[in-house]
């Protein structure tokens, strides 16, 4: 992203960023407008706004992907429909969940309706998704493949009732790698465990900004 806009060629079709293409010191303000609106109603807790905080990289940042799939497209819902629009080159995702989606795009179609990859310290976590009971033989040896290749540090695989609307609707059975693994926001932060499906949606270097801040403010009431 430049200090203007995201300049992505499928923004105006693909659902992922809603404020892509629009001017980003424009998009902080709006963000700003918006805190500022919320607890307005709560006067009494008279709270210090400092301006918005521009996120730093603004691009390659992105540590989750939940993707959906259809054919030979893996990415996400068109704008306004169930089409899948395939998001390959995306401009927000970490160079490691392009590396693990572009993998696994070149081996679709498979049975599948879509696919969750979570980046930690150690590697990449991916979910395979399905509703298709009898694909599993077929997604367990691609699970199996995507660790032996290198791609994935661990796979799993998500089997959802049929006609659940959610794409992540079930418990991730871990086929090949571990159960979990290491991730610390920046080198030498702390670490905690992610898992299979995992939400995490936070830009790390802001979130390690707030949890310094926060580990700050603790200090000082403290007076350590």
């Known amino acids: 992203m430049t200090e203007a806009s995201l300049d992505c060629p499928k923004q105006s079709r693909c659902s992922g960023c809603a404020l892509g293409n629009a001017d980003y010191a424009r998009g902080l303000d709006g963000k700003a407008e918006g805190l500022s609106a919320a607890i307005a ?29 259809q054919g ?5 819902f068109e704008r306004g429909s169930h089409r899948v629009l395939d998001v390959s080159g995306c401009r927000v995702l970490s160079a490691a969940l ?12 498979l049975p599948i309706h879509g696919a969750d990859l979570r980046e930690t310290s150690e590697g990449v976590l991916i979910t395979l998704l399905s509703e298709e009971p009898r694909a599993r033989p077929e997604l ?32 991730p059975e871990v086929v090949a790698g571990p159960s979990a693994a290491r991730h610390a926001l ?20 802001q979130a390690s900004y707030v ?12 007076g350590s």
């Open 41 to 69: 109603p709560y006067a009494e807790l008279h709270p210090q706004l400092l301006p918005a905080r521009a996120a730093s990289p603004t691009l390659a940042y992105r540590l989750r992907a939940k993707l959906v799939c």
């Open 98 to 109: 392009t590396a693990a989606s572009e993998a696994l795009r070149q081996r679709l179609p």
């Open 72 to 76: 030979r497209a893996l990415g996400l």
């Open 211 to 222: 949890y310094a801040e926060i580990a700050h403010g603790i200090g000082e009431r403290l």
């Open 140 to 171: 367990e040896r691609v699970a199996r493949a995507l660790v032996s290749d290198g791609v994935a540090l661990s796979a799993a695989v998500a089997l959802r009732r049929p006609g659940d609307v959610r794409l992540l609707a079930s418990e």
């Open 186 to 205: 920046s080198e030498g932060a702390p670490y905690a465990y992610a898992a299979h499906g995992g939400f995490v949606q936070a830009h790390a270097a």
